[in-house]
């Protein structure tokens, strides 16, 4: 079973540039460690003839051709617009100039 020490979940928050509390630390000096049994665990299984996978489910894509279809009026589409300019949303600008 592994346990991380105190230095070591320090060691980590330091590279993870995180300020941790005294509680912190050990309340993630326990999950950490609980983690790190769990894959303890999963290094007994025997994975003879599994191949790697990318993947825990079956990827497929999911991709479609092009196609053209009609689009929507303009005036429909800009119905609900709360402002509207020259056939387009009118918006408060972001960035003042």
């Known amino acids: 079973m592994s346990t991380l020490s105190l230095q070591d979940v320090e060691k980590i928050a330091l590279l993870a540039r995180l300020y941790l ?12 460690s609980d983690v ?25 894509n999911i991709m479609r051709e092009d196609e053209v279809n009609s689009t929507i009026p303009i005036n429909k589409a800009l119905g609900n617009a ?16």
């Open 36 to 60: 790190l049994t769990y894959v303890e665990q999963l290094s007994e299984l025997d994975l003879d003839g599994v191949p790697p996978q990318a993947h825990a489910v079956a990827q497929q």
């Open 82 to 97: 709360a402002a509207t300019a020259d056939d387009q949303f009118a918006i408060q600008a972001v960035f003042d100039e």
């Open 21 to 32: 509390t005294p509680e912190e630390k050990a309340k993630y000096q326990q999950q950490l």
